[in-house]
């Protein structure tokens, strides 16, 4: 199931499983995230799998996407 949504100025995009796997984020539900800055449209996180652009600057926001996913 493709997640979509907003945080702030962040707009995200996940892709979320019923249950986790080693593909998952820390073995997590969480395959598939996409996120990007939406004044600038730049990508600020992705992840397919394995991280393609680690979110090095703000773990705060990922663990806060994350919940969001996965309580939906």
Known sequence: MWITGTIGKYEYHAKV???GSRFGINGGRVSK???R???TGREVINYQRGWDL???WSKKL???ILAEVTAA
């Open 54 to 56: 680690k979110p090095w």
């Open 62 to 64: 990922v663990n806060r």
């Open 33 to 35: 995230l996409e996120v």
């Open 17 to 19: 499983y019923d249950t």
């Open 37 to 39: 800055n939406t004044k």
